[in-house]
Nanobody
Framework: QVQLVESGGGLVQAGGSLRLSCAASGRTFKNYAAGWFRQAPGKEREFVAAISWSGGRTYYTDSVKGRFTVSRDNAKNTVYLQMNTLKPADTAVYYC?????????????????WGQGTQVTVSS
């Protein structure tokens, strides 16, 4: 089992920045792909970003391209999501996910482990 714990959410004004962290513990995190998803009230959980084990492959949903950056520090078993130029439409609970194969994907159905989520609220 892998346990994931997100942190770094909060309330920020439009145009501001936040950095989310996802710390993994438990069995080895080696060769796991990781992803970030978000869920706004009354909406489906949607893909935000994903990253391969090496960090050499990254993927983003169109609405965050150029504003968000996913990265990881495998020595610390931690994945990050740097969010800049935040908009009210980015308001959601953000979830970290891990997949036990090194194949990042946009589909939430292929991730094996999930964190509990962290709230991000962007005020206008």
């Amino acid at each position: 089992q892998v346990q994931l714990v997100e942190s770094g959410g909060g309330l920020v004004q439009a145009g501001g920045s936040l950095r989310l962290s996802c710390a993994a513990s438990g069995r080895t995190f080696k060769n796991y792909a990781a992803g970030w998803f978000r869920q706004a009230p009354g909406k489906e959980r949607e893909f935000v970003a994903a990253i391969s084990w090496s960090g050499g492959r990254t993927y983003y949903t169109d609405s965050v391209k150029g504003r968000f950056t996913v990265s990881r520090d495998n020595a610390k078993n931690t994945v990050y999501l740097q969010m800049n130029t935040l908009k009210p439409a980015d308001t959601a609970v953000y979830y970290c996910a891990a997949r036990s194969v090194d194949a990042p994907t946009v589909s939430k159905n292929f991730y094996d482990y999930w964190g509990q989520g962290t709230q991000v609220t962007v005020s206008s």
